[in-house]
Each structure stands twice: as C-alpha cells, then as structure tokens.
C-alpha cells in the first residue's frame, strides 16, 4: 500500500499486517532493534520500521544503505506520545535494490547551491517535496478554477514570429547555422513566445472566456534569484468584460489557488513555513481572509510623495507621475498602508504596453497590478484597447509595425466589444506560497544562463 | 447572462426578462418580424432573436452586420415544435459595435484550408468550437484523472542539452547568428525538447507517480496529415510499476478522458459526429465499454502471417519477427482480429528505445503500444530499463554516448526498483475523439514547416 493512505487513515490499520515498498532514508542499529526511516514519495511524511535480528535474511536487510528500495511486511503499531502517530513492527524486509555507498543525498544538511547540482535527485528531499507537491497542487488549483468557470484552456504556441510587446529579449529558434532565416524551417525568422496573451485575445473573442497556461521564455542574461529563462504563465482573457471584471477574477483566482493549497497541502505548508519562511502561514491567510484594497496609481504615487516627505527612505526617492514603481514602493503600498493584497490601477501609458486601453484622461491606461505583501507585484492586467485607430496610432508611437500584427490589430475590426486579462508569472507565486527564496528552487530543472544540466 | 446558463435552463427562464451580450451570427429581415441569430462564445449553440420595427433605434439595430456585438434584452418564449426550444423577443437591443463589411467568415461552407488561414478568427465556427471545447475539456480530463490518483504534474524542462532517445530531428535554440554555442546563452548547444520522459522518471524516483503534461518539438520537414512541429504531450511515470501496472494505467486514463467527454461535452461530440466523422459516438463507446485487448507482439506477427496467407492485402506484406508494425497492422489487429483497442507488448529490442527493459528472452523489451481502431497507434510505453550495466552498454549499441545521460543512468545506482511510463500524443488522442482528419485543425494556432503565422 501506499504511504499516503496509511497516513490518512493509520487508525484504521492498528494491528493489522500490511506491506509498503519504499526508499531508505535513513537506517539506525538499537540496541535491542533496529529502524529504518522509509518514504515511497506519495507524502512527505517518513515511516519508521522497527524490525529485529531474528528477521529473516537479517544480514542482507541490515546492510540496506540509504537510498535503497526495500519491501516491508509488518504491523501498524500506534505510538501515541511518540513524534510520529505510529510505526511498523517489521515481519519480514525485502531488500529489493541496494544503492551503491556514495549517494549523494545522506543525511545531512546540503546548500541550495549544492542540491540545485543534484536536480535529478533533490526532489527526494523533505524541502522539494513540498515545493514541488505545492506546485503541482497549484497548477491543478488553478485548471479547477478556470475549469469551474467555463474558461476554456487554450495552447498558445511556443514558437512564433512575434514578440508579444516589443519587450524581452527573445530565444531564436532554427535548424540551421548561418542564420539564414529565408531558407530555415519556418521560411522566416522564429522565436520562442514571451506571451501567449495576443493568441488567447483572438480567443476569448470565440469563447469569451479562455486561459494559457504554458511555458514562456526570456534570453536576458540575468543572475538574480528572480529570473529564469524558462518559466510557465498563467493568461486568462474575457471577452466583454472591463478594468473592474478582471480585478474581480484576479481576487477570486487568486484566493482559490491559496483555499486550495490551504486544504489539500497543509502538511507541506507547515514545513514550507518552519524551514523556508517564518510567518508563512500567516501571510498566506491574509490573503484569503481580506478584500483586497484598491488604489488608483495617482493616488499611489501622492501616498508615496507623503512617505518619502515623512522621511521613509526609499533608494529612489524621486516619485513623480510617471513613475515605473519599484518593489521598494510596491512593498509600502500594500505592507505598510493598506496592509493587504493591493491592487493599483490606472497606470501611465508610458510605461504599460501599446495594447492596454487608454482611459479619458489621455495619460493613463486601463491596466490593474496586484501587490501582494512580502513581494510586491504578483499579476499584471489589463483591460484591452478595443478602437481600431487608437490601437495603431499606439503601435506606431511605440515603434511596433502595425503590420507585423495585423491578425491582432484586425480583431478590433470584426465586432469587440471590451476585453481583459491578466499574466499571472506561476513560478513568483509558487516562490510566494512556499517562502522559497529563489527562482531556481521552484523550477523542476531550472534554466538559466550557463546552465543547461538535465 | 451567459448563453450556456441560459441554455442548461431555459425553462426556468420561460416568460421572464434577460439581458445578453454576443455575437451576431446572422441577421435577417422577415415580414412582420427580423431575426438575429446570437452567439457569446459560452456554448456551441445558438440562440434566436426576434425583434420588430417598432423598437427604439431601429435603423442601427437593423444594420448590425454578420460578427457585430449586441447586448440584447428582452423575454424568453419557449417554442416547443421549432428546432430551437426557445427564442428571445426583444424589447430592447444596443448596437456595441459594428463589424466592418468585409469580415471574412460570412455565413456559408468554408474549406478547412482557407480557414487555416484565419486561425484567429477561425475558433468562432461551430466546428472550431467543437474541437476546441474538447481539447479544453479532454486537457482538464487529463489532469483531473492524474491528480485523483495522487500523481505530481510536473514541468519537465522544454530547453535542454538532449534529445531523449537519439531519435527525431530537434531544433537548435540560440542567441546567437554564428552558431558559435559556446559563447551561447547557455554556453552549449541547446535544442527544443522532443520528450520529458528522461527528466520525469528521475521524479518518479522522489514522487513514485508523476506526469508531464507540456509541449514537445520535432524539426522534421514533414507536410502529412499527423505531423506537426510544435504538439503536447502527456507522459506519465510510475516508480515500483511494471509493464501490467503500465497496461492497467493506459486503459484507466484513455477510458476517464472519453466517460469525462460523455458527460460534460455530448454538443460537441455530436456536432462532430454530424460533421467530421459517421459513427464517432459508436467509436467511441467501444472505448469504455470493453476490456482492452492484450496481444504479444509475437503473436501478433504470427495473426498478421496468417492474414497475408489468406489473402489480406497489406502494402508491406512481409511479417517477419522485427517489422515494425505500420498503421495497417495496427488496424488491422485492433479492428479485424479484436474489434477493440488492443495492447500490443514486448516488441523487438531493436525497433524500440535504449531506456526499455529487456526481457529474459534477450530478443523483446518490456514495451507496449495501445493500437485503437480507426487510428492504430495512440499510446506508447514501456517499462524501463533498471540494471546499471544492461542500460549502459545498450547505450552503447545504440550509439548513445552514456556521458550524456550520466544522470539519467545514475538513478540506477541509487536504488530503483521498476519503472513504467508511456506517452501520448495530446494531438493525436484529440483528432481521435473529434474525428478531425488533420492535425492542423486541433491545434489552436499549427506549427509546420514554412507556416508560422499568428
């Protein structure tokens, strides 16, 4: 049987014989007995199996190493009082395949840095199992939530022949090695797509409501904790809908992923928050325990005059209409004023992207951000310019060639009547519910410059 | 309201007042009386509206063109004996915004080819709809199933230094227009992934059920109906599974995705059924309502030698231990000999991959291939290889150099005790439920050689 039935339900089994196969972690000679720490990887919680010299094959069974793959037959025995709720009263042990001496995960504690060099087997550890269970439970969060709301799930494709925004430094993709697009695969230059957002508008115009959820790319050589050349992002988009629709399906995403985890991910959460980040919990109910606050931007940005007046020292002090807002400024925004999720609409179109509706003022744009506590931005949205001429003069303003996205541009031309939607980055939230620190952590077989491994 | 709501209950709706937002399908003057017909994306049904001449603003209501957007209200009257069970008498109905005169998809046949060429607009005929809700639908299926069995989704990297198996030709990823991939972004040669088998058994390894479930590429100059250069997949991988565990996970998965298609899309089934494939539905149901099939690849070769001794008339008549089955076999096995899906296992080590168990026999491979009818192959996996040197020197053989894959051999070395996993081609399963014939015309925005448009 399975670890994680026995774990759910051990009461049930008090006294009866079972049998697991699973992997060593740890093995210890007693005095009187034996143990070995087992785990088959269907929870993070370990089983401790207590077995004696009398067992058959007792010096094979003894020699098992950590990393081993054993077969156990025993009885569940209750040890209340105990760390653990129960363990097995082993019968009979298997040694079913001995790892050799020199594995490299013994019990011990290992550097972020060491394990990300091990990625093929660090997933064993106590702190990816949760990280990565956590991940896995909230792409499957956010599939149920758009599913229960009749959003269809669209695949946006990974190759293609524009860059979204004009922003990003992009992969090339060929298979020659003169660069001579003309003659190569495509017949033209091709990319790897930092955005599925312009594919899913073309959608939501067919079924309304659609979400992408896939694989994205950026060729920027950057060495933070925070950027990784490949990375999946969530994209909804509706049809019909307004600046206030998706600020309202942000919140409700966003508190269903959190109810999710809340309910199906406890005990990896707890470990996330004794090991990863203190107060994780905490702030995760924040989430789903609050209305989230709004604040138009001009009114962020005269908070954050107030602030640096009053003597908050931000490094860039210098807040003026126009302002691209930092982390720094972000963080204040929804840590310290409205200590909340906080949204800040009505950016400057300066600084958003050509596609986003232009408001009646002629200086902003219809685009929302969520700041989130402990990390600042955590979704970007907006709703879409829907006039035709609008949307290519912006084009034009901004060095993009209408022409070059006719498909795009032409969807104005053919019935639209408002659209919104909003990326949500999935590894900044899985680094946001689990308190891991850096983008390398919470990506199976991270790639990042000079790193290409598995 | 949404038409979907409206449409899963309209009686509730009888006599009262609703207001709906959607597209305007077609549009034309009775006698007494004009007609609109309305669709907002939410079901493939359409909904009818009548409106006359006395309602306010009249002259722009009347020259809505085909694609235009309309918010109309008014009442729901059931009309039992008309092939719609209801219709919506206006009182009142806003013009949001006029489509231009010349929208491409005007209301006649369209060939599959033109609408290729209009893949953004495309999504918007029924049969588009139909396709695209069942992939939607078929994609959740998928997930639902993997996460009721405590399987970890898990994102196996799309950039990487290998290329699976040594089969399939990849596209190279670059930075770079010399081709010098030492200076590259990664500092090597990186390509575009062609499987996540590799990466998702070392998760097997820590989780024991995993899948993926993402894109895959092949630069493979191919202009066929089944070929595509950018498709997804789903492979799952069992650790402690052998190849009857394998089979029983195949049978279960392609039986949950069809019963889930039964129950949550029979519009769309059978506006396919009408219009791309006769007899789907029954096809169909011969999926859940048998046991599959289970036929040794030996014996299988010994069926099809004595189907060409009685006069069947394959193109490669020649069946010898070794062929590698072609579509018609495959056919032939599951439609004239079973007449139902039909496991083949334990193909020739020779025609299938480096990673697949050998068995005792040393001539077969732990393998197995789900043939069903109408189709031939649409699953393929194996158990895979657990002996460190056998899988070593295998690599050899098949002039893989070992190096490469140091890490993936590795997991070997550290107690492993069987594992099972298999693919299927998420393009492939949907052509398979819809009936659709190419495979350009399941995926939302196709990927072929010379056509990167959208």
């Known amino acids: 049987m399975e670890l994680k039935e026995l774990y759910s339900s051990y009461e049930k089994y008090d006294g009866k014989e079972i049998t697991i196969i699973a992997r060593v972690r740890s093995h210890r000679q007693g005095k009187a007995v034996n143990f070995l720490v087992l785990n088959d990887g269907t929870t993070i919680n370990d089983i401790q199996v207590v077995y004696k010299s009398e067992i058959e094959k007792y010096e094979e069974v003894s020699s098992a190493r950590v990393s081993s793959i054993v077969e156990v037959s025993g009885k569940v025995v209750l040890t209340p009082g105990k760390p653990q709720p129960f363990e097995i ?6 040694l079913l395949d001995q790892a050799i001496e020199n594995y490299p995960l013994q019990k011990k504690e290992h550097s972020p840095e ?25 792409a499957f969060a956010i599939h149920e939530f758009f599913n229960q709301n009749n959003f269809i799930y669209v695949h946006t494709p990974i190759l293609t022949e524009n860059d979204a925004e004009g922003a990003g430094e ?21 990319a790897l797509t930092v955005s599925g957002q312009l594919n899913a508008e073309s959608f939501a115009q ?25 990375f999946w992002m969530i994209e909804p988009e509706v049809a019909f ?23 199906n991910n406890m005990d990896e ?34 908070i954050l005059k107030k602030a640096v007046a009053d003597g908050v020292d931000f490094e860039e002090k210098n807040i003026e ?70 949307l290519i003069t912006r084009c ?54 000079k790193n290409l491994l598995f």
Request: with cysteine; aromatic share 14%.
């Open 89 to 94: 009263s082993a019968s009979k042990i298997e």
């Open 114 to 138: 060491f394990l990300r060099e091990i990625a093929h087997l660090r997933a064993r550890t106590k702190t990816f199992q949760s990280i990565f269970r956590i991940r896995s439970a909230a």
């Open 170 to 190: 992009t992969f090339v993709v060929t298979t020659r090695t003169d660069a001579n697009y003309e003659e190569d695969f495509f017949g033209k230059k091709a």
């Open 206 to 230: 067919a079924f309304k409501k659609v979400y992408t959820f896939g694989p994205t790319f950026r060729a920027e050589n950057s060495y933070t904790s925070r950027h990784a050349a490949e």
């Open 241 to 263: 809908a307004d600046l206030k629709d998706n600020i309202e399906l942000i919140e409700k995403m966003v508190k269903h992923i959190v109810n999710y985890l809340f309910k």
């Open 269 to 302: 959460l707890n470990f996330c928050a004794q090991n990863l980040e203190e107060g994780l919990i905490e702030k995760l109910k924040t989430i789903i325990e609050n209305d989230f606050a709004i604040t138009p931007y001009e009114e962020a940005i005269e």
């Open 321 to 390: 209409f126009g302002l691209d807002l930092g982390t720094e400024h972000e963080r204040y925004l929804c840590e310290v004023v409205n200590k909340k999720p906080t949204f800040v609409t009505n950016y400057p179109k300066e600084i958003k992207a050509f596609y986003m509706k232009q408001n009646e003022d002629g200086k902003t744009v219809a685009a929302v951000d969520l700041l989130v506590p402990g990390i600042g931005e955590l979704v970007g949205g907006s709703q879409r310019e829907d006039d035709y001429e609008k």
């Open 396 to 449: 034009k303003e901004m060095n993009i060639d209408p022409e070059e996205l006719w498909w795009y541009n032409d969807l104005r031309q053919y019935g639209y009547y408002k659209s919104a939607g909003f990326g949500l980055g999935f590894e900044r939230l899985i680094m946001y519910v689990t308190g891991a620190a850096n983008i390398r952590d919470v990506l199976p077989f991270p790639r990042t410059p």
